[in-house]
């Protein structure tokens, strides 16, 4: 394979300044994503504006101690790969909040970090452990491809109807400035932050209105900054902040489809990052341990009220593009993201941000992640019918059985028990675990070829 030109490789320690900026650099790229995961999940759990700046803190902290982790080459992969929070968990998350919401968005933050401490003890057992060979060798481009694409489609309603059509006007202004500084203008650095660009310039504009009175009290797009002058300066409450963590078997089961996704995900990230840092091939070792870090960061996040975390895609761009390839930038810029969490009002000042430019960026995000889902597809075989009639099928059940499976709780309690008969309902109520498994379950037991599964060159 051949080595990228870089700047400065994995082991090169760059100067002081030179290690801050490039750290800081890494933090806005993940800054976007990491943060509306929070703002995606506080609202519909019920959170005040206080709660959701708290909650961003807490996603703050936990993803800066797990790409602490991540990049140590006894404990995680030892790669230059930040750790951010997961669109894969979302769903699954929705559906903890389905059933706990009416206790309260404390409640639901600790059945959602018990869930968290239960699957990530079983992904780290299973990374640790040197077991995820195995475990890759059913995952192929036709089970990863459908999965990813639910994982981003399935989120529409939550772009559209629940957050962008709350005022349309604000929602695309913020499509059309994504579409601007990532593809029309030539400019790296606005290609670089073209969701954060976006989301600042129409976070401004509704700022503006609002403080000139065009946008009332009450108005989607309004903003009240007199949470921001409420908050603390720092937060002191790091451990279960909202509680003990509690278990639920629906809970957990609803999560372990989102601990499917991102294990696929972070396998691929890892070869990724490999190659953009110009090294070879990530060793079975250094998998084991990067997805045994991962679900061993999962359980920390539980513990500390945050969300899971998983390795980000975007900070490995960003490495193919400026040749920063350092551990220690990446490691510069997790004590960054640490730092940022424990400003209180920063978070604070984040969770003022309005339904409708949170929805601008969804739409751009989620439709691109769904996108992803069919670019994995590209490396089988998609003029075989035997493909065609999977990943349509997997796909076409992803989206429709969990509208059936949801109003019908009570037929599984009833059929399986209460508690096994909730946690298969929560996993068939979640889009991208139908479409795991059913693709899995077909492309392991319907004859086909290592050219038409995507995995001629076999796996490592």
């Not at 760059?14 to 929070?38: D, E, K, N, W």
């Not at 084991?288 to 009220?305: D, H, K, P, T, Y």
């Amino acid at each position: 394979m051949a080595k990228k030109k870089l700047v400065y490789g994995i082991d090169d320690r760059p100067p002081l300044p030179i290690m801050i900026l490039a750290g800081a650099q890494h933090v806005l790229t993940l800054f976007g994503a990491t943060t509306l995961v929070p703002l995606v999940l506080g609202p519909a759990m019920g959170m005040t504006t206080a709660q959701i700046g708290a909650f961003i803190g807490c996603v703050y902290f936990s993803m800066g101690i797990a790409t602490l982790f991540q990049t140590h080459p006894k404990i995680g992969s030892g790669l230059p790969i930040v750790q951010g929070s997961s669109f894969s968990f979302i769903p699954p998350i929705m559906t903890i909040i389905g059933a706990y919401k009416a206790m309260g968005p404390d409640v639901v933050m600790q059945y959602v970090g018990g869930a968290l401490i239960a699957g990530g003890v079983v992904l780290s057992l299973l990374g640790y452990s040197r077991l995820i060979g195995r475990v890759r060798r059913i995952i192929t481009p036709v089970v990863i491809g459908p999965t990813i694409m639910a994982i981003g489609f399935s989120l529409a309603p939550t772009a559209i109807q629940y957050n962008a059509a709350n005022f349309w006007p604000v929602s695309l202004l913020v499509v059309l400035l994504v579409f601007f500084f990532s593809l029309v203008s030539k400019n790296k650095y606005f290609n670089i932050f073209a969701i954060l660009s976006s989301v600042v310039i129409a976070y401004l504009l509704c700022l503006l209105l609002s403080l000139s009175g065009t946008f009332a009290p009450g108005h989607a797009a309004y903003i009240d900054l007199q949470s921001v002058y409420d908050a603390p300066w720092f937060r002191y409450k790091l451990f279960m902040p909202w509680g003990a963590p509690k278990l639920s078997g629906l809970a957990i089961g609803a999560i372990a489809a989102g601990f499917f996704c991102v294990m696929i995900e972070s396998i691929g990230d890892y070869h990724n990052c490999s190659y953009a840092a110009g090294i070879d091939d990530p060793t079975p070792e250094q998998i084991n341990r990067g997805i045994g870090v991962e679900g061993a960061m999962c359980a920390l996040s539980g513990l500390l009220g945050s969300v899971a975390t998983t390795s980000y895609t975007e900070n490995i761009g960003l490495i193919g593009l400026t040749g920063v390839a350092s551990r220690y930038v990446v490691r510069a810029g997790a004590v960054i993201l640490i730092l940022l969490s424990l400003i209180g009002k920063l978070g604070a000042l984040i969770a003022t941000m309005p339904t409708p430019v949170i929805g601008g960026a969804y739409i751009t995000l989620f439709g691109t992640i769904g996108a992803l889902g069919i670019q994995n597809l590209m490396r089988a075989d998609m003029g075989s019918q035997r493909n065609v009639l999977i990943v349509g099928f997997a796909f076409l059940m992803a989206l429709g059985l969990p509208g059936w499976v949801e109003p019908n709780q009570a037929l599984f309690a009833g059929a399986l028990g209460t508690t096994f008969g909730g946690m298969i309902w929560a996993v068939l109520k979640t889009p991208m675990a139908v479409a795991g498994i059913l693709a899995a379950l077909c492309d392991n037991l319907v004859p086909g070829t290592p050219e038409e599964r995507g995995i001629a060159g076999g796996s490592k």
